[in-house]
């Protein structure tokens, strides 16, 4: 089945160091999402992409970058990873052929970041 | 931009009893309105979206509905059974090339007691 995936699924840091979280994708879809998940906060739009050469900021990118290396694939980058960026962080994809305008969205599996 | 507030944030009731979860939106151009289930440890998935040219929707134990005039939305769940324990977010977003992104409430954990 089409489907999202993330890796890794889990990941410990220390605070300094440069991260990076994948994202692929078989559905097809031209929009990819990066969320980022807090326990009480809900999801929060980090970033967001209509298609390769189209990147966007969302509610809360600082601190973030990201990567849209093919239709199929997008990276979502910590630069310097502090411990108030330990979250689940959630890649989403939709798709726009639908033709409908609605925008629903397909999750991945997550990824448990732990910055100490 | 868009501000969704959703209330309860947390909700238990007994299994066969009837839940419902409401939100509240800030944008009126906003119309179209998901709702996600998200099981422990798992990935958020779409249960029912309602659309701004309909006030109801049903798929079997599951509704929402939706007042544009108040700029709010809920969702009912019937006949409740302990799968349905879950955290459940609503969301709401624009239409067409506008609708990038969905703005999220911050997620209602519901747990029905067996």
């Known amino acids: 089945d089409a489907d999202v995936t993330q890796t890794p699924r889990n990941r410990i840091t220390k605070t300094g160091k440069r991260i990076m979280l994948e994202c692929s994708q078989t559905?097809?879809?031209?929009?990819m999402y990066w969320y980022r998940q807090d326990p009480g906060l809900g999801l929060r739009l980090i970033y967001y992409?209509?298609?390769?050469?189209?990147?966007n900021k969302g509610e809360i990118s600082d601190g973030y970058s990201v990567s849209r290396q093919a239709q199929a694939k997008f990276s979502l980058s910590l630069e310097s990873a502090i411990p108030n960026q330990t979250a689940l962080y959630f890649c989403a994809t939709s798709d726009t052929r639908t033709g409908t305008g609605y925008n629903e969205q397909f999750f991945g599996p997550g990824t448990r970041l732990t910055v100490l | 931009g868009e501000n969704v507030e959703q209330h309860p944030s947390t909700l238990s009731v007994q299994e066969g009893d009837s839940a419902v979860i409401k939100c509240t939106y800030s944008?009126?151009?906003?119309?179209?309105f998901p709702w996600y289930k998200q099981e422990l440890g798992k990935r958020p998935q779409l249960i029912i979206d309602i659309r701004s040219n309909v006030g109801e929707k049903k798929d079997q134990r599951i509704a929402v509905t939706l007042n544009k005039t108040a700029k709010h939305f809920s969702l009912h769940i019937t006949e409740t059974q302990p799968e349905d324990s879950a955290v459940y977010f609503c969301?709401?977003?624009?239409?067409?090339?506008?609708?990038?992104?969905?703005?999220f409430g911050k997620g209602t954990k519901l747990s029905v007691i067996p």
């Open positions: 992409s209509f298609d390769v050469k189209d990147i």
């Open positions: 969301a709401a977003s624009g239409y067409g090339a506008g609708s990038y992104q969905l703005t």
């Open positions: 559905k097809g879809h031209d929009r």
């Open positions: 944008d009126s151009a906003s119309n179209y």
